[in-house]
């Protein structure tokens, strides 16, 4: 008797000692720190390293709630998200780009930050960025670097051609680019080269200077696909560059954009359309002695507009920390750390307060051009459409590469775009 209470009074202490910190998960129940963990999916090494010392910086300074960083990949993201949430694994901060976010925030994985972000953020960012990660009536991520499309130009092929060079106030029109691609190209070099090898994004984001929008959000709240004329715009000006003109390099078109480096270096192709951040690249490996500068993309009959989908912050939904998880968002993108990240990246802030930081402004690796951009960008026509990776796999992607390369033309693009596209995106709306 003696024995079976003194096991009783051992197991009760036990019990009660745990229930007081016997935890080991990192939660914090243990009387020691929480424990949140930051999927990064930066890679340049700068912005590699800026995110390391940042993290490092809030442990130093937050005894109480630390990150440990956990390094991901872009070219996985999506299916490892999938899979770590089915599994309840899934990180507490969590980096993606804002259109990849939308299965996500609808399927309940991410955490609505309504009223978690503090207000400094929301009036730092502007609105029409804040749309990027808005999802019926939730806000499910905070949008904090993003980059235009730009020209990237041989600066002497240009000057020597005597071509009017565009600038932010003056671009060049759609036309107009294709006239002088034409005057640039002949003998075996071209104007342009485009990399498509991922047409879909490029080709839709473009589309809005020329007042193409292809998704359209019914009264019912349901989207559908239009390919009406401000659509045509983009895509018409590619197809005829590679098949009518000859002035855009049709090698290229199933390339990404670090391929056609190595030929716009040796002076095959005049300008290559590619995403802001590509300078790093280009500062990296141009040759010794070869000019470049950066130039805006075309305008059309909506200016310079151009749809971005921003890279984000956003927090799983089993996090027990949301809390501690938005306060270290809020400390990453302190405008002087926003900065850092941008600068890491070669690519531009959402914040206000930190795109107006000189260190962005300067005319070295044309910052500036990149600046004057910013207040054109726009959220990515696909944005909030659910069932757009597997429309932009399965239907938009071979739809475009078959126009751009002339084995399908314009009214076979458009029958896909729409028939096929919509039949995808119906079982996502019902």
Not at 115 to 128: E, N, T
Not at 268 to 282: D, E, H, K, N, T
Request: glycine letters at 10%.
């Amino acid at each position: 008797m003696r024995t079976r209470l003194l096991i009783t009074a051992v197991v009760l202490l036990l019990l009660a000692s745990c229930s007081s910190g016997c935890s080991s998960d990192g939660s914090g129940r243990d009387g020691g720190p929480v424990v949140l963990r930051f999927q990064s999916l930066a890679w340049q090494e700068e912005s590699v390293t800026a995110n390391k010392e940042l993290v490092k910086e809030w442990n130093a300074t937050h005894p109480d709630v630390k990150v440990e960083y956990v390094q991901g990949s872009w070219d996985s993201v999506h299916d490892q998200l999938l899979t770590s949430f089915e599994g309840g694994e899934a990180p507490d901060i969590i980096h993606d780009a804002s259109d990849d976010l939308a299965d996500f925030a609808y399927g309940g994985y991410l955490a609505d930050l309504t009223d978690l972000l503090p207000a400094r953020l929301k009036s730092d960012i502007p609105q029409h960025s804040w749309e990027t990660t808005t999802f019926g009536d939730g806000v499910y991520g905070v949008p904090f670097l993003q980059e235009p499309r730009v020209l990237v130009a041989n600066a002497t092929w240009l000057k020597r051609s005597g071509v009017r060079l565009p600038t932010p106030e003056r671009p060049w029109s759609w036309p107009e680019f294709r006239e002088i691609t034409k005057r640039l190209s002949g003998g075996g070099k071209y104007g342009v080269a485009w990399p498509l090898k991922e047409p879909v994004s490029a080709t839709l984001n473009l589309s809005l200077s020329a007042g193409g929008q292809l998704f359209h959000r019914g009264a019912d709240g349901k989207f559908t696909v239009r390919f009406q004329a401000g659509d045509e715009v983009v895509p018409r000006t590619v197809h005829d560059q590679v098949g009518v003109d000859r002035s855009a390099s049709p090698t290229t078109l199933g390339s990404g954009g670090s391929d056609t480096l190595p030929g716009f270096f040796g002076g095959r192709y005049a300008m290559v359309p590619l995403g802001f951040s590509y300078r790093q690249q280009i500062v990296q490996q141009a040759p010794k002695g070869f000019d470049w500068q950066v130039l805006p993309a075309p305008a059309g009959a909506d200016g310079l507009a151009q749809g971005v989908s921003p890279q984000t912050l956003s927090v799983a939904e089993d996090s027990p920390h949301k809390a501690e998880a938005v306060a270290f968002i809020d400390f990453l993108l302190q405008p002087k750390n926003m900065v850092r990240l941008a600068l890491g990246d070669w690519m531009l802030p959402t914040g206000t307060r930190a795109l107006a930081d000189p260190a962005l402004h300067t005319t070295k690796d044309d910052w500036a051009t990149g600046t004057a951009l910013a207040a054109h960008l726009r959220p990515a026509p696909a944005q909030s459409v659910r069932g757009y990776p597997e429309w932009k796999d399965k239907v938009a992607t071979p739809a475009f590469q078959e126009y751009y390369s002339g084995a399908i033309g314009l009214g076979e693009l458009r029958t896909r775009l729409e028939q096929d596209g919509n039949l995808v995106l119906s079982r996502y709306q019902r």
